[in-house]
């Protein structure tokens, strides 16, 4: 079993269109958890962190589920520009706070 | 300010060559990462080196793989001999501190032939 496991799409979704993507670990101990988005040949880059309270910017809204060790990430009004590769990441369990694990991603198109 | 240069962007080698990438991370950080997605995998976790020092080499794949970081400023990452399944995407990450975001090097491309 991976420990990081994503749906890898492709979503293809509309301009203006809500799409969400869903996320599971297999490590309960893990301590913290990220979003990382990748255009195509790119670096991943920080997204967001995801808290146990839910935290939201702006159009993006990321929810932690320790109990069921579940991480989602909401895009309200989608954007051309927010077609990427969105990874799911989880951070060790002691230490070491950039020894991160990454699923393999999420692909996102978003068309006019 | 300039972010994580990697070099090279590309390279392609021939089955038991030998290959040495360079990092070079955002000035001032002393934690510097390398990881690799080879084909169809996930983005895996290599080493963390703290200034000079190799803080955790988990990830390092097997002993054909180095990594150096003298004088804790740039860090190479040699591998000898090559073989095919070492292609694929090589990233470099650094951090001000060990709790601090990383921000990650646009990445070299392996390819072993």
């Known amino acids: 079993r991976k420990e990081v496991e994503q749906d890898p799409g492709p979503f293809n979704v509309p301009e203006g269109a809500t799409v969400a993507f869903n996320c599971t670990y297999s490590n309960s101990a893990s301590q913290s958890f990220f979003w990382y988005r990748q255009d195509c040949r790119k670096e991943p880059k920080l997204l967001m962190s995801?808290?146990?309270s839910g935290n939201e910017d702006g159009r993006f809204t990321a929810q932690l589920n320790r109990a069921s060790q579940y991480i989602s990430l909401l895009i309200r009004d989608s954007k051309l520009s927010d077609s990427a590769t969105y990874l799911c990441?989880?951070?060790?369990?002691?230490?070491?706070?950039?020894?991160?694990?990454f699923g393999a991603g999420t692909r996102l198109a978003v068309h006019p | 300010e300039a972010g994580v240069t990697q070099f090279p962007s590309h390279s392609v080698i021939e089955k038991g060559q030998t290959v040495t990438l360079r990092c070079d991370p955002i000035?001032?950080?002393?934690?510097l990462y390398w990881y690799r997605r080879v084909m169809g995998k996930e983005i895996k976790f290599l080493l963390h080196f703290v200034k000079e020092s190799k803080q955790d080499e988990s990830g390092m794949p097997n002993n054909r793989f180095l990594a150096e970081r003298t004088g804790g400023t740039y860090s190479t990452l040699k591998v000898q001999p090559a073989e095919l399944e070492d292609s694929g995407v090589y990233f470099c990450a650094s951090s001000q501190e060990e709790y601090t975001e990383a921000f990650f090097g646009q990445g070299t491309r392996l390819t072993v032939v």
């Open positions: 000035s001032g950080h002393d934690n």
């Open positions: 990441v989880v951070g060790p369990t002691a230490g070491g706070y950039n020894k991160l694990i």
């Open positions: 995801v808290y146990s």
